[in-house]
């Protein structure tokens, strides 16, 4: 079993930065791939960003691509969303998510095996 708990929503003015981060605990952090993904009102569940086991490879929604970064920190048991830029329509609950993976470049996740319980960003016009 592995528990996510994400951190660092808030408020912010268009144009504006935030990180947000999640803090794993559990079973052995490094075998997970990690990933981010958000829910807006009214829209289903979208897949924001992902990073692989050990960090050596990640990837991006198109629409946050230039702007977003995802890293991890293997000994912190953390995985942070740097969000630069941010637009209203980046408004959203934010959920991080871990699913084993093999190899360990792999960053694919298209099926979570855990998922946090989700922070809100609101980006204000």
């Known amino acids: 079993q592995v528990q996510l708990v994400e951190s660092g929503g808030g408020l912010v003015q268009t144009g504006g930065s935030l990180r947000v981060s999640c803090a794993a605990s559990?079973?052995?952090?490094?075998?997970?791939?990690m990933g981010w993904f958000r829910q807006a009102p009214g829209k289903e569940r979208e897949f924001v960003a992902a990073?692989?086991?050990?960090?050596?490879?990640?990837g991006y929604a198109d629409s946050v691509k230039g702007r977003f970064t995802i890293s991890r920190d293997n000994a912190k048991n953390t995985v942070y969303l740097q969000m630069n830029s941010l637009k209203p329509g980046d408004t959203a609950v934010y959920y991080c998510?871990?699913?084993?993976?093999?190899?360990?470049?792999?960053?694919?996740?298209?099926?979570?095996?855990?998922w946090g319980q989700g922070t809100q960003v609101t980006v204000s016009s």
């Open positions: 990073i692989s086991r050990t960090g050596g490879s990640t």
């Open positions: 998510a871990a699913r084993a993976t093999f190899p360990t470049m792999s960053i694919d996740m298209s099926t979570p095996d855990y």
């Open positions: 559990g079973r052995t952090f490094s075998f997970y791939a």
